[in-house]
C-alpha cells in the first residue's frame, strides 16, 4: 500500500512558475514508476509526465515538452513537477501517480495509487 501526498498547488499568473512535489509513504517507493496527470474543468483526466524507478527516463505528454521537468528523489520518497512558463490552460487539478511496473506508462488505468490532487490555476 502506497498513499500519495500532493502540495505545491496555488494561483501564479501566466508565464510564471510553480514546483508541484508528491510525497509518498512506505519504504518502496523506488519500487514505483511515478507519473503526474491533470485534470482541467469539464474534461477527463489526462498524462502529464512519468518518471522510471530509478529516475533516469522521462516522459511528457506533447503540450509540456520543454516547460515542465519531472524528477524524483528516491531518499526523500517524493516526486516532484517543476512547471515553468506556465499558461492558462494548464489550469487543472494535478494528480500523481505510482505504478508498480517497471517501464513508464501514460495511461492512468496503469497506475496503482493516487494522491488526492492539487490545484493549479493560471491567471491570464
Known amino acids: 500500500q502506497v498513499q500519495l501526498v500532493e502540495s505545491g498547488g496555488g494561483l501564479v499568473q501566466a508565464g510564471g512558475s510553480l514546483r508541484l512535489s508528491c510525497a509518498a509513504s512506505?519504504?518502496?517507493?523506488?519500487?514505483?514508476?511515478m507519473g503526474w496527470f491533470r485534470q482541467a474543468p469539464g474534461k477527463e483526466r489526462e498524462f502529464v509526465a512519468a518518471?522510471?524507478?530509478?529516475?533516469?527516463?522521462?516522459y511528457y505528454v506533447d503540450s509540456v515538452k520543454g516547460r515542465f521537468t519531472i524528477s524524483r528523489d528516491n531518499a526523500k520518497n517524493t516526486v516532484y513537477l517543476e512547471m515553468n512558463s506556465l499558461k492558462p490552460e494548464d489550469t487543472a487539478v494535478y494528480y500523481c501517480?505510482?505504478?508498480?511496473?517497471?517501464?513508464?506508462?501514460?495511461?492512468?488505468?496503469?497506475?496503482?495509487?493516487w494522491g488526492q490532487g492539487t490545484q493549479v490555476t493560471v491567471s491570464s
Open positions: 501517480a505510482a505504478s508498480r511496473t517497471a517501464v513508464i506508462i501514460t495511461s492512468q488505468n496503469g497506475y496503482d495509487y
Open positions: 512506505g519504504r518502496t517507493f523506488s519500487f514505483y514508476s
Open positions: 518518471t522510471s524507478r530509478s529516475g533516469s527516463s522521462t
